[in-house]
């Protein structure tokens, strides 16, 4: 069993930068991959950003690409986005995710938290 707990979401300004930080309990985080999904209304689940269990590997979407930063803490048993030049499109419920498959295959995803929204104002 996996508990996920997100935080730092907010409202923030077109431009402005925000970090998120997800806090894994539970079965071993250090031998896990870490995901970041984001959902707009209305819209279908998007995979953001992965890395690996041992931090060398990352992943990140076309829409984010050179603006968002995934990093880990096993230590912490955390997992941070930063996320920088927010744009209004980046608006969602952002949730992280574990996976012990492909980091980079949103379908190897097991467990979710529960989110925190981040909305950004033009």
């Known amino acids: 069993q996996v508990q996920l707990v997100e935080s730092g979401g907010g409202l923030v300004q077109a431009g402005d930068s925000l970090r998120l930080s997800c806090t894994a309990s539970g079965r071993t ?19 953001v950003a992965a890395i690996a269990w041992n931090g060398r ?15 880990r803490d096993n230590a912490k048993k955390s997992v941070d986005l930063l996320m920088n030049s927010l744009t209004p499109e980046d608006t969602a419920l952002y949730s992280c995710a574990i996976s012990w498959g492909i980091f980079n295959k949103a379908r190897t995803y097991e467990y979710w938290g529960q989110g925190t929204q981040v909305t950004v104002s033009s």
Do not use: L
């Open 57 to 71: 590997s990352t992943f990140y979407s076309d829409s984010v690409k050179g603006r968002f930063n995934i990093s």
């Open 29 to 47: 985080f250090s031998n896990s991959n870490m995901g970041w999904f984001r959902q707009a209304p209305g819209k279908e689940r998007e995979f």
